[in-house]
C-alpha cells in the first residue's frame, strides 16, 4: 500500500488526512507551524479558524447546510468538531474558534495511522521519492519555494491563467466586556417581538448582538467609512475581491444603500430602545467563543489601516469604547485552474501521484474547502489500495461542488456552494424553499445509497 502524504493541516488538509486514515492508510501530515506561521494564522492549532467563526446555514433547504450533513454521513472529521464546539448563532452553525482547532488537532494526533512533522515542505520531489501519493492542501495563501515548485509542475506562470489569485477580508472581533450593552440588544432575525431584548435584560432570546442606527448615524458612518484610509496593494496586486467575502469598504463604494441592504439590513430585527420601530441600519454581532467575551462584527472583512478601523468602527453605537482584539487584514488567495489541471479525482492529468484540496483548488469557504479534502483523501486513499475514484453524483451538494472544478469556464473564480450547482430536479416545485427541501431530500438518498453500496 502506498502511503499518502499531506502538505498542510488546515480544514482540507486535517480532513483529508483523517479520512485516508480512517481507511487503513498510512498518511504523514505536514505542517510548517509552529516554525512558521502565515500573515492570517495567530495559532499552532490544526484547521485554525482565520476569517469567521461560522460554518454558515444550518438548514438542509440551505446549500452549505446540505453539504454538512453530506459530510456528517461520510465519517467527516471537521464536521464532528463543529458540532462539538457549537456556539449560539441563530440559523447558522457557529464555533468556538479555539476550542475547535483543539478538537481538531487532539484527534489527529490521537490516531495511529497519521504521522505528524512540523515542518515547511519546499519541494514535492522528497515527498514523491517513496513512490507515495500526494495530496497539496498548502491553503490559499501558499508561497516560497513551495509556491514556485508547484508553478513549474504545472508548466505555466500567474499570467497565463492557471495559476490564479484574489483578495480574501478578514472581519475584526472586539471585547465583549468593552461593548455598551445599554445601546444594544440582542435579537435574531425574524424573531416574535417578545424577542427583541436589550442585552442588559436577564437572559436573551436571540443569538446576536444587534447595534441600530437611526439615519443620522448610518450617513455619518458611511461617509467615514468611504474616507478611511486601506492598507495599499502590493506593485504586482490587482485589486480582485471575490464577491461572496468582499471588504465592508469596497461594497460601500457601490452605493449609499448597498451595506444597508447588505450586512447591515434592518429588516426582521426590531429595536426595542426605539419603541419596537425598525432601525434604518443594524451592525451585527456575532459571539465567537463559547464563554461570550469575544464578538466579530458580522460582514465586516476589510482592508481598512488598523488605526482607521478604531477610528470608523466605533463610529457603530455600542462599539464607542470597544477594544479591538483582532483587527481585520486582507490577504491575497491563490488558486489553481482546476478545470484544466485536475481529473475529477482531484489529480493532476499530468501526474496522478498528485492531489490538490482545499481553496486552492477553486472551491470557497470553510465547509467547501474541508468537503474537498474529504473527497481527495477517500480518492487517494482508494488510488493507494488499488481500487478506482469514487465519483459523487451530480444529485448531491458535494457532487455539484466537485463538478464546478471540472466545468470549463475561461474566467474560473471561486465558488461557494449552492443549489446553483445541483442537478435540476426535473420537475417543477412551487416555492424556493420547497424546491430546495425537495433537492436535499433526494441529494441525501442518493449518497446513502452511494454508501451503501461501497
Keep these: 500500500m502506498k502511503k499518502i502524504k499531506i502538505i498542510g493541516a488546515g480544514l482540507a488538509g486535517a480532513e483529508a488526512a483523517w479520512q485516508a486514515a480512517a481507511l487503513g492508510c498510512p498518511v504523514e501530515l505536514w505542517e510548517m507551524r509552529p516554525a512558521r506561521r502565515s500573515p492570517a494564522h495567530s495559532t499552532d492549532y490544526f484547521a485554525e479558524l482565520v476569517c469567521s467563526n461560522s460554518l454558515r446555514a444550518a438548514g438542509l433547504t440551505n446549500a452549505v447546510g446540505l453539504l454538512k450533513e453530506e ?31 483543539r478538537a481538531v488537532t487532539e484527534r489527529i494526533l490521537a ?41 513549474r ?15 480574501d477580508a478578514v472581519a475584526p472581533i472586539v471585547d465583549g466586556a468593552t461593548i455598551d450593552m445599554s445601546k444594544v440588544y440582542w435579537a435574531s432575525r425574524y424573531g416574535k417581538d417578545g424577542d427583541f431584548q436589550p442585552a442588559e435584560a436577564a437572559g436573551h432570546a436571540g443569538d446576536y448582538l444587534n447595534c441600530p442606527m437611526d439615519k443620522q448615524q448610518y450617513l455619518h458612518f458611511y461617509q467615514e467609512l468611504l474616507a478611511a484610509e486601506r492598507v495599499p496593494l502590493h506593485d504586482f496586486e490587482q485589486e480582485k475581491d471575490f464577491e461572496g467575502c468582499m471588504p465592508i469598504e469596497s461594497m460601500a ?46 460582514g465586516f472583512q476589510t482592508r481598512l489601516t488598523w488605526p ?21 487584514v486582507m490577504h491575497r488567495n491563490s488558486f489553481i485552474n482546476s478545470p484544466r489541471l485536475l481529473t475529477p479525482a482531484l489529480c493532476l492529468k499530468s501526474d496522478e501521484r ?11 469557504g470553510y465547509v467547501e474547502s474541508a468537503a474537498c479534502g474529504l473527497a481527495a483523501g477517500r480518492n487517494a486513499a482508494r488510488a493507494a489500495q488499488g481500487f478506482p ?34 442537478e435540476p430536479l426535473g420537475y417543477k416545485v412551487r416555492g424556493k424553499q420547497n424546491k430546495n427541501q425537495r433537492l436535499a431530500e433526494r441529494a441525501l438518498a442518493v449518497l446513502d445509497e452511494m454508501l451503501a453500496g461501497m
Excluded at 270 to 294: F, I, K, M, S
Aim: hydrophobic share 45%; charged share 20%; aromatic share 8%.
Design 389 to 422: 475514484p469514487l465519483v459523487w453524483s451530480r444529485q448531491t451538494a458535494l457532487g455539484g461542488l466537485l463538478g464546478w472544478l471540472q466545468t470549463p469556464n475561461p474566467n474560473f473564480q471561486p465558488m461557494n456552494v449552492t443549489f446553483g450547482l445541483i
Design 354 to 364: 498528485i492531489y490538490f484540496a482545499g481553496q486552492i483548488t477553486g472551491v470557497e
Design 111 to 151: 490516531e495511529p495511522n497519521i504521522t505528524v512533522h512540523y515542518a515547511e515542505v519546499q519541494s514535492l520531489a522528497d515527498l514523491l521519492a517513496e513512490d507515495s501519493l500526494v495530496i497539496v492542501a498548502a491553503g490559499p495563501l501558499l508561497d516560497g519555494a513551495l509556491a514556485e515548485d508547484l508553478r
Design 153 to 167: 509542475r504545472l508548466g505555466v506562470d500567474g499570467a497565463a491563467g492557471e495559476y490564479l489569485h484574489f483578495h
Design 253 to 298: 463604494r457601490r452605493g449609499e444603500d448597498t451595506i444597508r441592504f447588505g450586512p447591515l439590513k434592518p429588516v426582521g430585527l426590531g429595536n426595542p430602545h426605539a419603541e419596537g420601530r425598525e432601525p434604518y441600519a443594524v451592525v451585527q454581532l456575532r459571539q465567537d467563543n463559547a464563554a461570550a467575551t469575544l464578538f466579530n462584527l458580522v
Design 71 to 101: 459530510m456528517r454521513r461520510q465519517n467527516s472529521l471537521i464536521m464532528a468538531c463543529a458540532d462539538l464546539c457549537r456556539v449560539p448563532a441563530g440559523g447558522a452553525l457557529a464555533v468556538d474558534r479555539e476550542g475547535f482547532g
Design 308 to 328: 482607521e478601523q478604531k477610528r470608523v468602527f466605533r463610529l457603530i453605537p455600542g462599539l464607542e469604547q470597544a477594544e479591538f482584539l483582532r483587527f481585520g
